[in-house]
C-alpha cells in the first residue's frame, strides 16, 4: 500500500486481551472470510464452524480455543478434557462422524460460525428416542 492511500485497522479481540490489527485499504468491504475470523478469534465459545472440502460439507462441533496459523487458516482446539466432534456431510445426509484433538481449516474454506453453540441430540419423532 503507498503511503499516500488511506489505510484503516479493524481491531480484532484475542482472547488473551490483546488485538490482532488488520490494516484495510479505505473503500475495502469486509468478505466473509474476514468476518468469520473476527467473530472466531473473540473469545466466545462454544463454537461450531462448517467448511466445505471438495463435495462434501463439513461441521466441527464443541470447539473451545482457536489460534490463527499463519494468517491462512484457524487451528480449532476442544475444551480441556475434551474433544473436537467432526460431523461430514455428503449428499445431504451425516457420512460420518470423527472424534478430534485438534483441525487446521484454511479460512477460505469457511461457511459459517455458530456461537455459544450446543447441539442436541436428534429425537427419533416415531419413538421418542434420541439418535445422535
Known sequence: MARNERARKINIPL?????????????TSLNKADVL???LLS??????????????????????DVELVGGV???FFPP????????VFSG???????????IIVFI???ISAEFNAV??????????????
Not at 445431504?92 to 485438534?102: M, P, Q, V
Open 15 to 27: 482472547p488473551n486481551g490483546t488485538n490482532l490489527s488488520i490494516p484495510v485499504q479505505e473503500g
Open 37 to 39: 475470523v473476527s467473530g
Open 43 to 64: 473469545g466466545i465459545t462454544p463454537i461450531s464452524v462448517e467448511y466445505e472440502c471438495g463435495d462434501c460439507c463439513n461441521k466441527i462441533v464443541n470447539i473451545a
Open 73 to 75: 487458516a484457524l487451528e
Open 80 to 87: 480441556q478434557e475434551g474433544c473436537l466432534v467432526l460431523k
Open 92 to 102: 445431504g445426509k451425516l457420512a460420518e462422524t470423527r472424534i478430534l484433538n485438534s
Open 108 to 110: 477460505d474454506q469457511l
Open 119 to 132: 447441539e442436541l441430540p436428534m429425537v427419533d419423532k416415531k419413538c421418542g428416542c434420541a439418535n445422535g
